[in-house]
């Protein structure tokens, strides 16, 4: 079974958060059943972005890296203190630990920004929300990140995206990954996303 362990920080997105779940969820139901999803956080309640709240699976200080393949992390607000447990050094050290690892990070939007804040993207490929005069991208170049203007960014073992709009393709890249193509094509078909 290839576990994945969804990271969530204080003010994260639901949307990005949830196409993570759904496909690995439907892979393990309808799919290749070879995936399986488990949340996190630095407290055990999170709160999303427009205050909903969250319980977590496990905190971070119960989590093994070792058991997990993957590690997902979605975006979030600033407006609602998504960078409080994203730029948290037990949140930072769970990315350190999947990267020296050498294991798949997916990220969504700007949850690349922890992921350059933690160091992993020091003089790789990335990217991360494009829109608002492009701010979000000029901060993740400060991390010594060479940004790249497109939707999906693949760079040796992390994937990264510019906004909500690639959540579901990075969800399926993250599958496709762990499975094979063959496998998230079914479960593409299954999702109704291609005949």
């Not at 409080?84 to 294991?103: A, M, P, Q, T």
């Not at 933690?118 to 170049?141: C, H, M, P, W």
């Amino acid at each position: 079974m290839k576990k994945v362990l969804l990271l969530l920080a204080n003010g994260y997105e639901v949307l990005e958060a949830s196409v993570f779940i759904d496909v690995i969820g439907w892979n393990y139901i309808d799919g290749d059943k070879t995936t399986k999803l488990y949340t996190c956080g630095v407290t055990k309640e999170v709160n999303t972005t427009f205050d909903q709240k969250t319980t977590v699976d496990y905190t971070i200080d119960e989590v093994d890296f070792e058991d997990y393949d993957a590690l997902a992390i979605p975006g979030g607000f600033a407006e609602y203190d998504f960078y409080s447990d994203g730029y948290s050094e037990k949140f930072l050290n769970v990315i350190r630990e999947f990267d020296k690892r050498r294991k798949i990070i997916a990220s969504i939007c700007v949850a690349a920004l922890t992921i350059g804040r933690s160091g992993v993207l020091r003089g790789r490929n990335a990217t991360t929300y494009n829109r608002k005069e492009r701010i979000r991208q000029r901060e993740l170049a400060e991390y010594g990140v060479k940004v790249m203007d497109q939707p999906i960014v693949i760079d040796d073992n992390i994937i990264t995206s510019y906004n909500p709009s690639t959540a579901f393709d990075v969800a399926f890249t993250l599958l496709e990954l762990l499975t094979s193509k063959e496998n998230t094509d079914d479960v593409k078909r299954l999702m109704g996303f291609i005949e």
